[in-house]
């Protein structure tokens, strides 16, 4: 609608493609620059070409002519953020709108205009558009979490996620497979979360750090003088669990004496304590996890056949981090956010370099590992942005030696690469993409331009 010769033609498309208003305002409180959305928001053709007008004259607020004028403010270098206010349409009819602004900078840092973005907060609209925002949100951002900080876009993890709440709401046995570090304690705790049973008890066990004899005097509790050094009854894990949830982490760690006493239990909510007669009533839901192949087991005798039918009611496998490559950006974010509270540091990001020595990297260990190399990142990190030198050495070796056409990679391709991830990631939006990369979003359109990115 508006022609000015300092904006760029692909800025240009891609203010129109927002489904704000966006203005852009020079010193005389002109308008330069109106996207579409704003266009239609004020009761305008789109693609109507006119002439440079005040922007008090072609969005009349409620807060023009006053001590509110969010230009004036500017001016004192106050950047308005979620300012409410009311403009007038071309037909004459006000509507509610959300003001936030922000200072338009020429190579000198010196202030040349504003931008202003106006959001319609009109009941008809605000309704529909607070269920598109959290659609747009979950999928620009690529972060769902359900029960306690699992995170990810990959569509794998989305389809496991998306099944959750149904899963949740049985009361059926769940049999988690992965490998090691994968999360599966995490799915377990959502399932428990997002149950009937969510203000019962989520005890869990760990299998395989447990000798025979320990893990079921754990399991199914002891009586006095039940084994040396019993001295007194002790309830077990299942007794402490009746009415939630338990979960057996590393179920095929099992002895075959404890998986028949399982089974019982399984099969009739009941057992004996250990050294005692008297039986025992509990209602358990019972999630096990392992990273072993329980039917190759069953082939070789470690594992009985109907235990594993038993367990295996539902069953739900989660991807190694390697087959999800695209949540690793998420991943290292949220790790990022977390050490910044522990280490009490204020690191905004990572290189994109960096970023992209953790995309080549295989991470046999999963989440689990990648969570130590953030932490290693941390420790090693005395800037505001975690670099490939903080990373541990065999990540920083495996992509130095990474060839490319026959060379290794140059800093320009690996950049290259990351803001490619990032960008495809937030579906184009440089915001999204530039906040996971930890720049702002004038160096990334920068570095867009610098490296020929379409």
């Known amino acids: 609608m508006f022609d000015s010769n300092s904006r760029a033609q692909g800025a240009e498309t891609i203010l129109d493609c927002i489904s704000d208003g966006v203005m852009t305002i020079d010193l005389h409180k002109r308008i330069t620059f109106a996207n579409r959305a704003l266009q239609r928001m004020l009761g305008y053709e789109e693609g109507v070409k006119e002439q440079l007008v005040a922007c008090d004259v072609l969005v009349q607020s409620s807060i023009c002519s006053s001590q509110d004028c969010v230009f004036e403010r500017a001016l004192q270098g106050d950047r308005v953020t979620q300012f409410e206010a009311m403009v007038r349409r071309r037909?004459?009819?006000l509507i509610p709108v959300n003001i936030s602004t922000d200072f338009l900078l020429d190579q000198d840092g010196k202030m040349v205009g504003l931008v202003e973005v106006?959001?319609?907060?009109?009941?008809?609209?605000q309704l529909c558009q607070k269920t598109a925002e959290v659609s747009e949100l979950r999928h620009c951002l690529g972060e769902q979490t359900i029960g306690n900080h699992i995170v990810g876009r990959s569509p794998k993890l989305q389809e496991i996620l998306g099944k959750l709440p149904t899963i949740a709401a049985s009361k059926a046995s769940i049999l988690i497979t992965g490998e090691s570090g994968t999360g599966k304690e995490l799915i377990a705790q959502a399932l428990h979360a997002h149950s009937p049973r969510s203000q019962a008890p989520f005890v869990v066990v760990n299998c395989s750090s447990l000798s025979e004899g320990v893990l079921e005097s754990e399991l199914f509790g002891h009586v006095k003088g039940a084994f040396t050094n019993a001295f007194f009854d002790k309830p077990g894990r299942f007794e402490m669990a009746d009415g939630g949830t338990i979960f057996l982490d590393e179920i095929g760690e099992m002895s075959p004496a404890t998986q028949v006493k399982l089974l019982g239990v399984l099969e009739r909510g009941r057992f004996e304590r250990v050294g005692s007669n008297e039986t025992q009533i509990v209602d358990v839901r019972?999630?096990?996890?392992?990273?072993?192949?329980?039917?190759?087991d069953v082939q070789s005798g470690r594992f009985r056949e109907d235990l594993l039918y038993r367990i295996r009611v539902i069953p739900i496998e989660l991807p190694p981090l390697r087959e999800r490559k695209e949540d690793i950006p998420l991943l290292a974010n949220h790790f990022?956010?977390?050490?910044?509270?522990?280490?009490?540091?204020?690191?905004?990001?990572?290189?994109?370099?960096?970023?992209?020595?953790?995309?080549?990297?295989?991470?046999p260990g999963n989440i689990r590992e990648l969570q130590n190399v953030m932490e290693h990142a941390f420790v090693c990190c005395q800037k505001d942005m975690v670099e490939l030198a903080h990373l541990p050495e065999d990540i920083q070796n495996v992509v130095q030696?990474?060839?490319?056409?026959g060379k290794a990679k140059s800093l320009g391709d690996l950049e290259r690469q990351a803001i490619r991830v990032a960008l495809r990631n937030s579906s184009g939006r440089l915001r999204q993409a530039s906040q996971q990369l930890g720049i702002s979003r004038t160096t990334l359109w920068r570095k867009v331009k610098e490296l020929g990115l379409d």
């Not at 106006?118 to 609209?125: F, P």
């Not at 030696?401 to 056409?405: M, T, V």
């Open 401 to 405: 030696k990474k060839p490319r056409s």
């Open 286 to 296: 019972i999630v096990a996890a392992t990273n072993r192949n329980l039917e190759h």
């Open 336 to 363: 990022r956010l977390k050490f910044n509270e522990v280490m009490r540091k204020q690191i905004v990001g990572l290189s994109p370099v960096c970023l992209t020595a953790l995309l080549d990297y295989a991470f």
């Open 91 to 93: 037909d004459g009819v």
């Open 118 to 125: 106006i959001r319609d907060m009109s009941w008809a609209r």
